[in-house]
Nanobody, 119 residues
Framework: QMQPVESGGGLVQAGGSLRLSCAVP????????MGWYRQAPGNQRELVAT???????TYADSVKGRFTISRDNAKNTVYLQMNSLKPEDTAAYYC?????????????WGQGTQVTVSS
């Protein structure tokens, strides 16, 4: 089973913080990139943040300066630290793992964790 598993979602007041965790099965060395996406009801899934195997990070403009993606290879875990949360951050958050398989790349998705920010 190569599906990543998210945790850490919940209900928080605006201005608060949450840290999401994603447990990644298998070897971290065959991973090209990992990331967090989110989807609010009625909206398309959107990229929040990514981190490559080389450690390069990218963020959606809406979360820059507030969210930080990081990874711990020893724990096979990728994190999303979310500060200064806003009601518009409310969504289901999904972990994505892009894994090298021979000459191809396969995307693995977690089942998501709900983040709700109250005003």
């Amino acid at each position: 089973q190569m599906q990543p598993v998210e945790s850490g979602g919940g209900l928080v007041q605006a201005g608060g913080s949450l840290r999401l965790s994603c447990a990644v099965p298998g070897s971290m060395f065959s991973i090209n990139a990992m990331g967090w996406y989110r989807q609010a009801p009625g909206n398309q899934r959107e990229l929040v943040a990514t981190i490559t195997s080389g450690g390069t990070t990218t963020y959606a403009d809406s979360v820059k300066g507030r969210f930080t993606i990081s990874r711990d290879n020893a724990k096979n875990t990728v994190y999303l630290q979310m500060n200064s949360l806003k009601p518009e951050d409310t969504a289901a958050y999904y972990c994505n793992v892009k894994r090298k398989v021979l000459s191809a790349q396969i995307d693995y998705w977690g089942q998501g964790t709900q983040v709700t920010v109250s005003s």
